[in-house]
């Protein structure tokens, strides 16, 4: 591609397919647009949804460039009706206009097609000289992003109404330039959603293998007798930052103050004791900072390895955060944790599991980072294919 740095006062953006010249038109989306609008939520909101019909979409199902179907409602034919002038049409475009999933766009396709959308979805139906993939890109581009923001107040993003929308400036090439853009960009989303199900695939996997072959033993201890469990402690966050990059309970490092104090070695599992994180399972392999809401386990005993610990209480991640319900309590319990059964297979036979597991993860981390880079060219690109 072609890069325009150089020509910073034409009406051209900063990457551009060769063989395309010219400066690119300044408009509106309503001078553009031969349909802006959204719908109603039917009288009786989810009690009307039906198993099947015609596809209800609501803001949940809009993402960033996609639709998000796995919870899509329906609605009946009767309702349909009602709603006619809201009606999908294939390449329509949908734009989120209240909560905090406002901005987010994607086309309508085969599987909604037909069906309608409530009043916190926008259709925006394009004339014939504006793609409407090019525009859904747009919307999600930094400058379309920039002019959505510019409308909430005090930059809290509480709604779009239509003639807001229909006021956003937009700068287009040749129809036939459009969708080459939009077509590079469909691309990489679709790059995305087929990386993504092979994550998922992958976690599957390792989700059923942890079902059918952790469970086999008929030896059984305590959590407690196999291992300390030690609870973090605060420190505020200048003592930390002295030590630098240090390890949190949501599988990451970031410098924040929730997660602090002991100085834990690699090769150690922690159990968040907690709030949205509860119950989750991290094994670390750098030193890390444990938290006040973090336990860790060590001194494991010789009859368990520690990862064959590890992708057990991995595969039990809702089973720990269910102590917590039990328990009547806010956090999970020390006891509670140590009053978990684990079973314990021959040890070869834990080196086993841990060794296919281990290889499964290290393959999901792989393709995620994969998808990681691709998103990143994705952002790259939305930001300096458009004006």
């Not at 949908?94 to 085969?110: D, M, P, Q």
């Not at 319990?333 to 297979?345: A, C, F, H, V, Y």
């Not at 880079?373 to 690109?381: T, V």
Request: aromatic content about 8%.
């Amino acid at each position: 591609m072609a890069n325009n740095n150089n020509t910073k006062n034409l009406n051209v953006p900063n990457l551009r397919f060769p063989e395309f010249k010219g400066e690119w038109k300044k408009c509106t989306i309503g001078e553009l647009a031969i349909k802006v609008g959204s719908g109603v939520t039917p009288r009786g909101g989810e009690s009307v949804y039906k198993m099947d019909g015609h596809s209800f979409v609501r803001s949940q199902n809009v993402g960033l460039g996609h639709l998000i179907l796995d919870d899509i409602a329906f609605i009946d034919e009767e309702t349909h009706l009602r709603q006619k002038s809201t009606e999908l049409k294939l390449e329509d475009v949908l734009l989120n206009i209240t909560g905090a999933s406002i901005g987010r766009s994607a086309l309508v396709n085969e599987q909604v097609v037909g069906g309608n959308v409530n009043q916190h979805v926008c259709i925006i139906r394009t004339k014939e000289n504006l793609i409407s993939s090019f525009l859904c890109n747009f919307l999600l581009s930094n400058y379309g992003q920039r002019q959505i923001d510019s409308f909430q107040a005090g930059g809290n993003r509480q709604g779009l109404n239509f003639e807001q929308i229909k006021s956003i400036k937009i700068a287009i090439p040749s129809t036939k330039e459009q969708t080459k853009v939009a077509k590079l960009l469909q691309l990489i989303e679709e790059r995305i959603a087929t990386q993504s199900k092979i994550i998922e695939k992958y976690k599957s996997l390792i989700k059923g293998i942890r079902y059918y072959i952790l469970e086999e033993s008929t030896h059984y201890n305590y959590l407690g007798n196999l291992c300390d469990i030690i609870k973090g402690h605060q420190v505020n966050l200048d003592n930390l930052l002295k030590h630098g990059k240090y390890y949190v309970m949501n599988g990451g490092t970031q410098p924040s103050g929730y997660y602090n104090s002991y100085n834990t070695n690699a090769g150690t599992i922690s159990i968040s004791e907690g709030g949205n994180s509860c119950g989750y399972v991290q094994y670390n392999k750098e030193n890390f900072w444990s938290g006040g809401h973090c336990y860790t386990l060590q001194n494991i005993k010789g009859e368990l390895t520690e990862k064959y610990l590890y992708h057990y209480l991995k595969s039990n991640e809702k089973m720990i955060m269910a102590l917590r319900v039990g328990s009547g309590l806010p956090n999970i319990q020390k006891k509670d944790l140590m009053s978990l059964r684990i079973p314990i297979p021959a040890k070869e036979n834990q080196k086993k599991i841990s060794c296919l597991l281990d290889s499964i993860e290290d393959k999901i981390s792989v393709e995620t980072n994969v998808m990681t880079k691709f998103m990143q060219q994705k952002q790259y690109l939305l930001a300096n294919l458009f004006i």
